[in-house]
């Protein structure tokens, strides 16, 4: 992962230091994990806005489970208004280039829209506990559910819940949101196991939500008839 160096913005020194802090059990320095990289952000007082391109620098190396934990989490939680469109709309993106295997990488129009550090910072405060527990429960199995031509599945079936989850449907946006987060955990520490579980996630998602859906729809068109 690029850190920026001591060279670079002073708001962005705190960010490379405390993360080349960390050491294993051993006392050896180790790759800092998604929890960490993220509280990291939030506490760089040095910040008064976080924009995605800083998240998207941020996780280099992590690509899209990273990236997709990150904006499909927020959507799950109460937050000011605009932050879901902020860390919504990147879904669509960062899903289709999986389908496609290309990189990741979002437009300028995406990448310069920010939020407040304080919003970012609550949002992580609320994140990190729940990330923390599942990074212990993680790791390498079921390769070939994360393999390229898995993850090119798994992009179309996160396109689905992103457009699901921007839906006019109450409390439509949580499931969709969820198993998204799911899949990217999974895709994120090559864990076929948890993709299962997004599977899984997902189809309960779609289920719940397509109720509700027609149930909307179903409800409008009788009060739509019935008041002509």
Do not use: H
């Not at 959507?75 to 879904?91: D, E, F």
């Not at 198993?179 to 997004?198: H, K, N, Q, S, T």
């Not at 509700?212 to 002509?228: C, H, M, P, Q, W």
């Amino acid at each position: 992962m690029n850190i920026p160096g001591d060279d670079e913005p002073a708001a962005k020194g705190p960010l490379r230091r405390s993360l080349a802090r960390l050491r294993d059990e051993a006392g050896k320095p180790r790759p800092p994990r998604l929890s960490e990289i993220l509280e990291a952000i939030a506490a760089d007082a040095g910040r008064e806005r976080i924009s995605v391109g800083d998240l998207v620098l941020a996780m280099d190396g992590r690509a899209f489970g990273a990236l997709l934990l990150i904006f499909a989490f927020p959507n799950m939680l109460p937050t000011p208004p605009g932050t879901a469109g902020i860390l919504g709309l990147p879904l669509f993106y960062l899903s289709i280039q999986m389908m496609l295997g290309r990189l990741p990488w979002l437009p300028a129009f995406i990448a310069n829209r920010s939020v407040p550090r304080e919003t970012l910072e609550m949002v992580v405060t609320r994140a990190t506990p729940w990330l923390a527990r599942a990074e212990k429960l993680l790791t390498q199995r079921l390769w070939l559910l994360v393999s390229p031509a898995a993850e090119r599945a798994l992009g179309a079936l996160c396109l689905l819940l992103a457009v699901i989850l921007v839906l006019p449907i109450p409390f439509g946006n949580m499931l969709p949101s969820l198993a998204i987060c799911v899949l990217a955990l999974g895709i994120l520490e090559r864990d076929g196991l948890w993709v299962i579980f997004g599977l899984i996630a997902s189809a309960v998602a779609i289920t719940v939500v397509g109720a509700l859906g027609y149930a909307v729809v179903k409800s409008a068109i009788f009060v739509f008839v019935n008041a002509f």
